[in-house]
């Protein structure tokens, strides 16, 4: 089966720094990607890492390792605007797509 | 260049209708994939067309079908309406592989 596990909420201050973890167990792992989504809104990619190691896409980074089955998306200098929910998806080397339950980020002045 | 862009936005229908939501991918995207989206359930794959086939399917009963056209827009069809279909459907779209996706705004169902 395929599985990823992400906590359901995370909260922090502004300007600060936050880590969302993802945990995966699917077979045939090829890589894994991020996205956000504002309520009301679709998801929108972040980041994707294939190889173990981290990502830096501005004040979002994303790292995996593969040894560990684990990733996570960190962001920093949180802003007001980064208040949304954040989806884990690990890509298969079949092509298929599997998401995460998300982690809905709420950042407090 | 247009997103991609899901018709209806908002539909409301009652249990035992049918219904049809449509897709039209990024220009020069040939993967189209179908998501159901409910509280607490995260993003669950419906199927994945590519190239006018059917290339992917999730664990949904057949009530739920696709189909993608030669210039890939797609449309989903779900029979035989049931309350618990009631969830955003989003389309997302990608180049041959799916590492990154596109997705549209969704069409929100209501099933009463």
């Known amino acids: 089966g395929q599985s990823l596990e992400q906590p359901s909420e995370v909260t922090a201050v502004e300007g600060a720094i936050v880590q969302i973890n993802c945990t995966y167990q699917t077979s045939g792992f090829y890589g894994l990607s991020w996205y956000q989504q504002h309520d009301g809104g679709a998801p929108t990619f972040l980041s994707y890492n294939a190889l173990d190691g981290l990502e830096e896409t501005g004040r979002f980074s994303s790292f995996l390792s593969r040894s560990d089955s684990y990733g996570y998306l960190l962001l920093q200098e949180l802003q007001m605007k980064d208040s949304a929910s954040y989806f884990c998806a690990g890509l298969t080397g079949a092509n298929n797509l599997f998401f995460g339950t998300g982690t809905r980020l709420t950042v407090i002045p | 260049k247009a997103g991609v862009t899901q018709t209806p936005r908002y539909l409301i229908k009652t249990r035992g209708q049918q219904v049809t939501l449509s897709c039209s991918p990024i220009s020069g995207h040939r993967s189209v994939s179908w998501y159901q989206q409910t509280p607490g359930q995260g993003l669950q794959f419906l199927f994945e067309y590519f190239s006018e086939t059917q290339r992917n399917k999730g664990n949904f009963p057949g009530r739920f079908s696709g189909r993608q056209f030669s210039n890939s827009r797609s449309e989903m069809n779900v029979s035989t309406l049931e309350l618990g279909d009631s969830a955003l459907y989003l389309c997302?779209?990608?180049?041959?592989?799916?590492?990154?996706?596109?997705f549209g705004a969704g069409t929100r169902l209501s099933v009463l």
């Open positions: 997302a779209s990608s180049l041959a592989q799916k590492n990154i996706q596109y």
